[in-house]
């Protein structure tokens, strides 16, 4: 077994050696399952914690693994409501705007970049086949991957009228959304409305909707895991299949963070977010925007361990949990319309899985998933 106090002296040396790097980042990772595993709060578990965030804070403008670790012993503090680690330490290394975040995400990292250009191309390929349409957008945000998508959507389509229905609970965003959206109606030679849906997908009654024309399309793009529990996510499900839709579209973390267990769920959130932190690192960006990214997904992880399990709303299930709840509702995966085999730059690899879903992976972990369903008993059409 292996002591904490000769955990912090290995890395210790390790740092002043020419070992080297890995060596000296998988012990702080050793040393972080050591007090993950702890249950209560006890002043071992407070010397622990307190000892390895120090060790960490001198590198982590430089070192991914020693800031994730940082990120996942904040979480750790505010789950166990001990004020010991008080310093903010990140401001020294949080200086890029959201905004700029945002345009990072969309235009260089590859799990954003190229899951939604394989769905935003796939629902513009059944749009220009179809004279009237709808797409409900859950999670719609400020409207930009709608925006994109009716970019897509050749001059000389069949497509005369298309609805967007924009579900998004933040009534802010939706006022932006409804704008960016409505602005291209001078711009596309077809009929565009948008239909605001200020509530909860799990709250809302889709049945309300009964007045939508033509072939209806419901795209989720890293929304539905926000959906708490096991029985509204059913319900959900029920309530969208009830629409009869053409299509489902949905992108989703591909991990295990519904895991009650917390040390099952802190190694699941571990390898999941040392993953894109790996990608990240790999990217032609600066250094600053590399850790302003990092951060921002550090709030996921305060989330996923930080919370108490009521209060939890990033509760990500691994794709084949989406697949059998959508089997459940009526619905079959089918990624005919999402064939893709590539790698993107910085290798992580794009490609079908046999559970009927779209991986990307990176290394070992297939940290993001892809899926389109179809109704069940529905032909496919090649």
């Known amino acids: 077994m292996i002591h904490f106090e000769d955990t912090i002296d290995t890395i210790e040396e390790r740092q002043n050696s020419k070992i080297g790097k890995t060596a000296a980042l998988s012990t702080v990772y050793s040393a972080l399952c050591q ?13 622990r914690s307190e000892a390895l965030f120090t060790l960490c804070t001198d590198d982590i403008a430089t070192d991914s693994e020693k800031l994730l670790a940082t990120l996942f012993l904040k979480s750790l503090n505010k789950k166990l409501h001990s004020e010991v680690i008080t310093e903010n330490i990140y401001n020294r290394i949080a200086g890029v705007s959201q905004i700029e975040l945002f345009d990072i995400l969309i235009a260089k990292f590859p799990f954003v970049k190229y899951s939604q250009e394989l769905v935003n191309g796939a629902i513009a390929d059944i749009l220009r086949e179809q004279e009237s ?9 400020l409207g930009t991957q709608m925006v994109n998508v009716i970019s897509r959507i050749p001059a000389n389509s069949k497509l005369k009228k298309l609805v967007i229905v924009g579900v998004e609970p933040f009534t802010d965003a939706l006022a932006i959304a409804e704008k960016n959206i409505l602005a291209l109606k001078g711009n596309v030679p077809f009929e565009l409305s948008f239909i605001p849906v200020p509530d909860y997908v799990e709250n809302f009654d889709f049945t309300t909707l009964n007045n939508l024309k033509g072939s209806i399309i419901v795209n989720a793009s890293l929304a539905l895991h926000h959906i708490k529990t096991m029985e509204e996510r059913r319900a959900t499900l029920k309530n969208i ?10 992108i989703e973390p591909n ?13 699941n959130s571990w390898n999941h977010f040392y993953c894109l932190f790996s990608v990240i690192d790999q990217l ?3 250094n600053d925007q590399k850790n302003g990214l990092k951060l921002f997904f550090g709030r996921e992880i305060e989330d996923i361990i930080g919370k108490k399990e009521e209060d939890r709303f990033e509760k990500h299930m691994p794709a084949q949990k989406w697949i059998d709840l959508l089997q459940h509702s009526g619905f079959t995966s089918c990624s005919d319309l999402l064939k893709a085999s590539f790698v993107a730059e910085p290798g992580v690899i794009i490609q079908n899985q046999s559970e009927g879903f779209v991986g990307f992976t990176y290394n070992d972990e297939t940290a993001l998933a892809l899926i389109h369903a179809i109704q069940q008993n529905t032909p496919v059409t090649k």
Do not use: C, W
């Open 35 to 47: 007090i993950m595993r702890a249950e209560g709060l006890t002043y071992d578990l407070v010397s």
């Open 133 to 141: 349409a709808s797409i409900i957008d859950i999670g719609v945000g």
């Open 241 to 250: 299949q009830a629409l009869q839709p053409v299509s489902l579209f949905m």
């Open 255 to 267: 991990v295990d963070h519904f895991e009650s267990n917390f040390y099952k769920r802190f190694v």
């Open 284 to 286: 032609e960006i600066t």
